[in-house]
């Protein structure tokens, strides 16, 4: 059985069906795999959605949202204030050095670590009353289509770094790997994370996550190890050109 999704990724109807679907798929993926259902997190990508958007999955039990932008996740954070205490915010988009005290101090993860400079600021930064900010390197994967991202030779030294650094934790990896159509093609880049993991783990490091997989390939993420699936499409719909 082929669980890739040849068909549209946005299933018709509301949120809630959306959001059904989306689950529906990850556990047929987990099954799949092998996995248990709980192995697999949602981390609801809600940039250029409104604020209204997010509320409306958490009131459908989503805890986990994912923002690119930081001016505008600020934005929707000063929107959600109620929501604070049970919302976890990770950032994924790429961060400027100028930037990083306002991640430190507003979001719970940041995905998109890739440079000593940023993970030394953000450890910096992070403020004392905090738990450790929960930090991904991304990598560079073979076939990435975004310019961000550590080139795996570069992983380890950079890792080895910033697990060193007092108020980050790392947690593990990030990739964004190039579209790719048909299940084995979207396989071979998320694999290609989980040896680097693997790699990192047998040379002493405690990582427990791969953030990969996407509306298109979530599927192939899970097979191969996700632990977050970042998802934006096909819970929210297309998204709204940014102005
Ligand atoms: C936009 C985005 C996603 C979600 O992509 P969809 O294809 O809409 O599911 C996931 N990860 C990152 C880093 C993104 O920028």
Redesign the pocket.
């Known amino acids: 059985m082929a669980i890739s999704s040849p068909f549209s990724i946005v299933s018709a109807g509301n949120a809630a069906s959306r959001l059904h679907a989306v689950h529906t798929r990850l556990r047929a993926a987990c099954a799949q795999a092998g996995r248990p259902d709980n192995a697999v997190g949602l981390l609801c ?1 809600s ?1 250029t959605q409104p604020a209204a958007a997010i509320r409306e999955f958490h009131q459908l039990g989503e805890r986990h949202f ?1 923002e ?1 932008y930081l001016q505008e996740a600020l934005d929707k954070m000063a929107e959600l204030p109620d929501l604070r205490p049970t919302l976890t915010w990770h950032l ?2 790429p961060l400027q050095s100028n930037k990083t005290r306002l991640a430190a101090e507003a979001f719970d993860w940041v ?2 670590v890739d440079r000593l400079k940023i993970a030394q600021r953000l450890s910096e930064q992070r403020p004392p009353t905090k738990v450790p900010l929960q930090v991904c390197l991304q990598v560079n994967v073979s076939g990435e289509s975004s310019k961000s991202g550590v080139p795996p030779q570069e992983l380890p030294a950079l890792a080895h770094a910033v697990a060193a650094l007092p108020r980050l934790k790392l947690r593990g990896l990030m990739s ?1 790997p190039a579209p790719a159509e048909g299940f084995e093609a979207q396989r071979a880049p998320h694999r290609q994370l989980r040896a680097l993991f693997d790699r990192l783990n047998a040379e002493g490091l405690a990582l427990d996550t791969l953030s990969m997989g ?3 390939d979530l599927e192939a993420a899970v097979v191969e190890g996700a632990t977050w699936v ?5 819970l929210f719909g297309e ?1 709204p050109q940014k102005a």
Request: glycine share 16%; proline share 0%.
């Open positions: 990508v940039k994912g690119n994924i988009g995905h998109s964004i996407m509306s298109a970042r998802v934006g499409t096909a998204r």
